[in-house]
């Protein structure tokens, strides 16, 4: 499975940026799919998942503000960002793993390039 995510970029503190991630390479229903971000000079972080049923999970420094979301027909993945804050600014990298959503990125078999998101204040 091949991952390319966009969508990223520069955008004022209480502003709003919509990440995507296409999938390609693999029966794209059957996976799991998460957002993980990483910070410079930290370690990564789960933001979000969604598995094959659409069942959702996220972080609760986002809860309320980020939703992830999948079109199964177009291969892709979503995260709305919404009321995003400076702390938010980071790498994002979208993953894949087959069926079940876990919050720990070493169970993702499968990871994207990252897109850089920054927040200004």
């Known amino acids: 499975v091949q991952l390319q995510a966009s969508g990223g970029g520069l955008v004022q503190a209480g502003g709003s940026l919509r990440l995507s991630c296409a999938a390609s390479?693999?029966?794209?229903?059957?996976?799991?799919m998460a957002w993980f971000r990483q910070a410079s000079g930290k370690e990564r972080e789960f933001v979000a998942t969604?598995?094959?049923?659409?069942?959702?999970d996220s972080a609760d420094s986002v809860k309320g503000r980020f939703t992830i979301s999948r079109d199964n027909a177009k291969n892709t993945v979503y995260l709305q960002m919404n009321s995003l804050k400076p702390e938010d600014s980071a790498v994002y990298y979208c993953?894949?793993?087959?069926?079940?959503?876990?919050?720990?990125?070493?169970?993702?078999?499968?990871w994207g390039q990252g897109t850089q998101v920054t927040v200004s204040s």
């Open positions: 390479g693999g029966i794209f229903r059957n996976y799991a």
């Open positions: 969604i598995n094959w049923s659409g069942s959702r």
């Open positions: 993953a894949a793993r087959l069926f079940g959503s876990s919050r720990y990125n070493g169970d993702y078999d499968y």
